[in-house]
């Protein structure tokens, strides 16, 4: 039987056709990768002074990072994936973020903490802020998560 397919395969490839296998479609391999499933960012929104105390009290001695952005501003788009891609990589800090245009709540707390350009990150460890840092700059975001931790 296996000499006979190879007799058949040596004909069909002498003769012109091709024997490679079938690829799979474009389509299928698409709907694959849709169904991978993807990490998921560790970033909890908030938008009140309330919900902001009550995550510094969970926090307890753990490091907090606060991402302070708009939904308008470029350098905030920038850098949102890399947060949240650090919120997976550093299990042990809780990464927020405040939309300040997302309620009159989320701005007055975004104005209360003194942000004066975005993206702001504050840095807080036993309900005190310890850091703070202006724009977009990861490196430097990365650097001082790693110094609080």
Request: hydrophobic share 40%; glycine share 6%; with cysteine.
């Amino acid at each position: 039987m296996l000499r006979q397919l190879c007799v058949v395969l040596t004909l069909a490839v002498a003769s012109g056709f091709n024997v490679a296998p079938a690829a799979r479609p474009a389509s299928s391999l698409r709907r694959s990768a849709a169904r991978a499933p993807q990490p998921q960012a560790v970033v909890i929104e908030i938008s009140s002074q309330e919900e902001f105390d009550k995550a510094l009290d969970g926090a307890g001695a753990s490091l907090v990072v606060i991402d302070y952005s708009t939904s308008w501003c470029g350098p905030c788009k920038i850098i949102a994936p890399k947060y949240d891609e650090f919120s997976e990589q550093y299990k042990n800090v809780a990464f927020l973020k405040v939309m300040g245009d997302s309620s009159p709540e989320a701005d007055k707390l975004m104005r209360g903490q003194g942000v004066r350009a975005l993206p702001s990150f504050h840095f807080w460890k036993d309900k005190k802020q310890v850091d703070s840092i202006s724009g977009a700059k990861t490196q430097a975001l990365q650097d001082a998560i790693e110094q609080h931790m």
